[in-house]
């Protein structure tokens, strides 16, 4: 049974399974893989072009109105907010499943 790695706030409904890729800053935008689930501190419009490439998104901060959250309902992607410290627990290339229902990354 996967263990549950994070708890945060579900922000965008659906269930996905992907590799992480941690995105800290703009300059970090061209490693963002097709699929991948993006993993970052907070999102803002900059990194907008990682947003539309992920098949979920995961945030150490936010609410249910962030900018992450708003967008992923927008895009239709799962996403978890809020959790204090996904960019410190997860590694890129990790295999993970977010339940954007539930708020919890499994791994």
Do not use: Y
């Amino acid at each position: 049974m996967p263990r549950i790695l994070l708890r945060g706030i579900g922000a965008s409904i659906g269930r996905v399974t992907g590799k992480v890729k941690i995105i800290m800053e703009i300059t970090d935008v061209p490693k963002m893989q097709e699929g991948a689930v993006l993993v970052t501190a907070f999102t803002t419009p900059l990194l907008t072009l990682a947003m539309t490439q992920a098949s979920a998104i995961i945030t150490d901060t936010g609410g249910l109105t962030c900018h992450a959250a708003v967008v992923a309902r927008e895009l239709g992607v799962p996403c978890v907010v809020g959790t204090h410290e996904a960019t410190k627990v997860l590694q890129d290339g990790l295999k993970v499943t977010v339940d954007g229902e539930k708020g919890i990354v499994t791994g």
